[in-house]
């Protein structure tokens, strides 16, 4: 990667251009609210999120990662805010077969399956371990929400 000019860095003083929040964290810099990358990254074509390598990747990288999945299918499914499928999910599951799941369990339900499906075959499955990340949030997320 080349060496990049940091001197329009975003800071406070500049929004998010997703959602306007004036919060940066340490480059490669993310909105501190909804964790898109800053619009100078971006013009940069600096590589916001490597691939994954064992001897490099740290946790906080598949945070970031899933966290842009997340993003990216509610772009392509559901709304710009992100992914918001799963409670029209279940409310067709329990009309269809009368149970009670709830929001928090449907995303059990996928990481369940993402986890299975990582440990179905030897090596590193990047999809099964971003997606099974990224609904653990979603889990998270409904049950806080309640």
């Not at 990254?41 to 064992?54: C, R, T």
Request: hydrophobic residues 40%.
């Amino acid at each position: 990667m080349s060496q990049v000019d940091l001197s329009n860095c975003p800071t406070l003083d500049n929004p998010c251009a997703s959602c306007a929040h004036r919060g940066f964290g340490t480059i490669p810099t993310r909105c501190t609210n909804c964790f898109a990358f800053s619009n100078w990254e971006l013009s940069a074509g600096i590589d916001l999120v490597p691939s994954f390598n064992p001897t490099t990747t740290i946790a906080k990288d598949l945070l970031y990662k899933a966290a842009d999945i997340m993003t990216e299918r509610g772009k392509q499914y559901d709304s710009p805010a992100g992914e918001r499928s799963m409670v029209r999910c279940v409310q067709a599951f329990n009309a269809i077969t009368g149970q009670n799941l709830t929001e928090a369990e449907g995303w059990l339900l996928l990481q369940l399956l993402k986890d299975v499906r990582q440990w179905q075959r030897e090596g590193y499955h990047a999809d099964s371990a971003e997606d099974c990340i990224a609904y653990a949030a979603l889990k998270a997320e409904a049950l806080a929400n309640g």
